[in-house]
């Protein structure tokens, strides 16, 4: 299918690794040019490298800190000004998990690290989208991507649940604010997704355990236990980057305002 991206220009926070390099790959191979941008300059500059070389596409590292204002409006300016345009904003960048002090009991939650984590999370999204919007505007043609997460659907973790529930109502918001000037604004909700850490985690799991990692993984994803899901495997960081690449395309243009799981059929409730 034709996505339609061929000549579009991207901007993907939290792009050096894991999904947001994903997804970067993906709309590169669909003939996007990318800025990928995250705290990590020598991660940056080997993905860049790396996604160029796979790609034939202009992918571009550039330093951010999306807690800092002043910095996301530069960075946003700086993007369409070597682009040439922008046409599609990312925001994929936060802490995986969210805050480990902000996991557990209330009594042992620390309210800092919640804080820092909302403020890279939600507030970061936030930023990253107020400063792409008027590039998006001149365009007549934008998409926002917000990439979430399960935990927003999940009672336990303050705050990942948090922050994530809090990107759905900023896409829904945007999505009513945007529409009349042709920028679709969705969410995806991940559930747990094979990346560049995975290996590590899942060997450590398996010598706790004393088994191989492959039955680590098909204990963790069988039907019933608390990571199952209904298709009985983990979902890969390649497939979030297809599905971002469907929303940001030409064929999505009725869908926006909604958030989408990607997490394999996790859990039995059923929204509607």
Known sequence: M??????KYAFVGGGGRGIGKAIARELAREGADVVI??????QLEQTARELEDETGR?????VLDVTKRDQVDRVIADT???????????????????????I??????????????????????LRC????????????????????????????????????????????????????????????????TRTERTPGLLEARAQQLGISVEE????????????????????DASEIGYFTAFLASDKAWSVTGEVIAAGGGVGTAVYY
């Open 80 to 102: 369409a000004q070597q682009l040439g345009g922008l046409h599609i904003l990312v925001n994929s960048a936060s802490l995986p998990g969210g805050s480990p002090s902000a």
């Open 2 to 7: 034709e996505f339609g991206l061929e000549g």
């Open 216 to 235: 680590v993984e098909a204990r963790e994803f069988a039907p019933g236990s608390p990571r199952g899901n209904a298709i009985c495997r983990m979902v």
């Open 129 to 192: 989208a107020r400063a792409a919007i008027p590039y998006l505007k001149e365009q007549g043609w934008g998409r926002i991507i917000n990439i979430s997460g399960g935990n927003a659907r999940t009672a336990g973790n303050l705050s990942g649940g948090a922050r994530n529930a809090s990107l759905v109502h900023l896409t829904k918001t945007l999505s009513n604010q945007l529409g009349q000037f042709g920028i679709t604004v969705n969410c995806i909700h991940p559930g747990t």
């Open 58 to 62: 202009r992918i571009i590292p550039m």
């Open 104 to 125: 557990g009991a209330i009594e042992n939650l620390n309210e800092d690290d919640l804080i820092s984590d909302f403020d890279v999370k939600y507030v970061g999204a």
């Open 37 to 42: 941008a995250s705290r990590t300059k020598d």
